[in-house]
């Protein structure tokens, strides 16, 4: 059995996002962490529209090349980081939408989260995420990576210029995403 595969999902979509940065760095870091296949999956790229599918995700009757193709990533992975910014004090419609697409493809799977923005860093979006993913018996680890005023820590070129508290909450996140990854595996029946 190989590695399992992280998929670092990036939230936001609108241009001139820090989001892509941020993934950017999270995924060096995830990758020379070295417990992890890492995969970048960008909502931008993935594109999907408002959910149209006619039926329930609980089913998997998806009758939409876009869905089929969402559903193998998805299911692909085996532990995620949704890097997300915070919109009004909740996460973006995006991410909403791309979770909601989808239902046995995400279970018994561990989560963990980027969060960036202002004073809050993104916490209070993610903690109505922690709820979303919950439902979906997917198991989010209390550690965190929380970037407050972002702008600072990007550099002329747009690159995140991360600090030693923002490498050491990436490194203890991967850590128990890594043992969550290992231990809920068994949970999960064959797709």
Sequence with gaps: MGKPVLQIVVAS???GRTGLPVARWFRERAAAHDAFEVELVDL???NLPFLDEPHHPRLRQYVNQHTKEWSATIERGDAFVFV???????FNAVLKNAIDYLHHEWQYKPVG????GGVS???????MLKQVVTTLKMVPVSEAVSIP????FLDEEGRLRPNDVMDGAADA???????????????????
């Design 13 to 15: 979509t609108r241009p």
């Design 44 to 46: 931008a790229e993935v």
């Design 84 to 90: 997300t910014p915070e919109y009004n004090y909740g």
């Design 113 to 116: 989260f980027v969060s960036y």
């Design 121 to 127: 860093a993104g916490t209070r979006a993610v903690q």
């Design 149 to 152: 005023f972002v702008a600072q």
């Design 173 to 191: 996140m991967l850590a128990e995403l890594a043992r969550l990854a290992a231990a809920l595996r068994h949970l999960r029946p064959a797709a």
